[in-house]
């Protein structure tokens, strides 16, 4: 099992995320719960309670985290508990940026949450897109990947809703009955048929179907969780990025998507958020940019094990 963040710097990242959650008399329940969630159930430390941990201070968190891959998660996983802070504020935001900047680090993440605090919603939504700008053919299913000029839909197209569609015509547990399934237990509309859906929703979709995931808030950061302890890649990243944006700070939103905020501190989800690190962290194989389509007529089990998903568990 891999992990980000080796287990020689557990302790000390901890503290650091301590120390960067300790403002304006302490840190929130949220923040709490997903810390020692993360310590816990994530990097096996149940012998830690973030409660009594000593905060690790700038200085000495830049001189203890010096690989510049774990400077990096530790700047990202700071972000995710900034953007846990409800409602953000400037002290939280000057904190994390303080931390960041002793590491000598920067990004996404950190940009959003300023713009969150200091401007507007609109500004972060703005931030978010400019860093996913080009990087649509990225996020698509890969037999569709050129067809589109733009990366994505400029008008409705009804061939491609009509294939997907077709797919429940398809074995009951295939992958491509399941995936049609999914949009219609939930009230959805296939991609092709309403170009404001995101063509990436194909195989953002069919990586629900595989992981488990429903599409609502908790499932939907933990579906991004399991998919950077997959593959622990600054694309990943991103997409968590999104997914909180969305689920958890509610700066995100768009066609069937309504923004909200403190989707992890609801009952079971920050153990459901754990567990899809861990089970992420246990396949042999990245199933995010798989070929989806091409297996469509598999059945859904045998995918699972060509990835070696674990079972839901949460």
Same mark, same amino acid.
């Given at each position: 099992?891999?992990?980000?963040?080796?287990?020689?710097?557990?302790?000390?990242?901890?503290?650091?995320?301590?120390?960067?959650?300790?403002?304006?008399? +302490?840190?929130?329940?949220?923040?709490?719960?997903?810390?020692?969630?993360?310590?816990?159930?994530?990097?096996?430390?149940?012998?830690?309670?973030?409660?009594?941990?000593?905060?690790?201070?700038?200085?000495?968190?830049?001189?203890?985290?010096?690989?510049?891959?774990?400077?990096?998660?530790?700047?990202?996983?700071?972000?995710?508990?900034?953007?846990?802070?409800?409602?953000?504020?400037?002290?939280?935001?000057?904190?994390?940026?303080?931390?960041?900047? +002793?590491? %000598?680090?920067?990004?996404? %993440?950190?940009?959003?949450?300023?713009?969150?605090?200091?401007?507007?919603?609109?500004?972060?939504? $703005?931030?978010?897109?400019?860093?996913?700008?080009?990087? #649509?053919?990225?996020?698509?299913?890969?037999?569709?990947?050129?067809?589109?000029?733009?990366?994505?839909?400029?008008?409705?197209?009804?061939?491609?809703?009509?294939?997907?569609? $077709?797919?429940?015509?398809?074995?009951?547990?295939?992958?491509?009955?399941?995936?049609?399934?999914?949009?219609?237990?939930? %009230?959805?509309?296939?991609? +092709?048929?309403?170009?404001?859906?995101?063509?990436?929703?194909?195989?953002?979709?069919?990586?629900?179907?595989?992981?488990?995931?429903?599409?609502?808030?908790?499932?939907?950061?933990?579906?991004?969780?399991?998919?950077?302890?997959?593959?622990?890649?600054?694309?990943?990243?991103?997409?968590?990025?999104?997914?909180?944006?969305?689920?958890?700070?509610?700066?995100?939103?768009?066609?069937?998507?309504?923004?909200?905020?403190? #989707?992890? #501190?609801?009952?079971?989800?920050?153990?459901?958020?754990?567990? $899809?690190?861990?089970?992420?962290?246990?396949?042999? +194989?990245?199933?995010?940019?798989?070929?989806?389509?091409?297996?469509?007529?598999?059945p859904l089990v045998d995918v699972r094990a060509q990835f070696g998903v674990p079972p839901r568990l949460r």
């Amino acid at each position: 099992m891999t992990r980000f963040i080796e287990d020689g710097s557990v302790d000390v990242v901890i503290g650091a995320l301590v120390g960067m959650i300790d403002v304006e008399g +302490g840190p929130t329940k949220e923040q709490c719960a997903v810390l020692q969630a993360l310590a816990s159930g994530y990097w096996g430390r149940s012998d830690l309670d973030v409660g009594t941990i000593e905060p690790v201070g700038v200085d000495d968190t830049a001189a203890a985290v010096t690989d510049p891959l774990a400077r990096r998660r530790l700047r990202e996983l700071m972000v995710l508990l900034e953007l846990c802070r409800h409602p953000l504020s400037e002290a939280q935001v000057a904190r994390t940026e303080a931390y960041a900047a +002793g590491l %000598g680090e920067s990004g996404p %993440g950190l940009q959003i949450a300023r713009d969150l605090v200091r401007k507007s919603a609109d500004v972060a939504r $703005a931030d978010y897109a400019r860093f996913l700008a080009g990087r #649509a053919e990225e996020l698509a299913e890969p037999s569709l990947r050129g067809k589109y000029p733009l990366g994505d839909f400029t008008e409705p197209d009804h061939e491609l809703a009509a294939r997907l569609s $077709a797919l429940h015509d398809l074995p009951e547990s295939t992958l491509g009955y399941e995936y049609v399934e999914f949009y219609r237990r939930n %009230g959805l509309t296939l991609p +092709g048929e309403d170009p404001h859906i995101p063509l990436t929703f194909v195989s953002h979709d069919m990586c629900h179907v595989i992981g488990g995931y429903e599409p609502v808030g908790v499932d939907e950061i933990a579906l991004g969780a399991m998919q950077l302890a997959m593959t622990d890649s600054d694309m990943h990243w991103l997409q968590f990025l999104g997914n909180l944006g969305v689920h958890e700070a509610g700066y995100l939103g768009g066609t069937g998507l309504v923004p909200k905020e403190g #989707a992890l #501190a609801r009952p079971g989800a920050t153990e459901t958020l754990v567990h $899809a690190l861990t089970r992420g962290s246990e396949c042999t +194989g990245d199933f995010t940019a798989a070929d989806h389509l091409g297996m469509a007529d598999r059945p859904l089990v045998d995918v699972r094990a060509q990835f070696g998903v674990p079972p839901r568990l949460r």
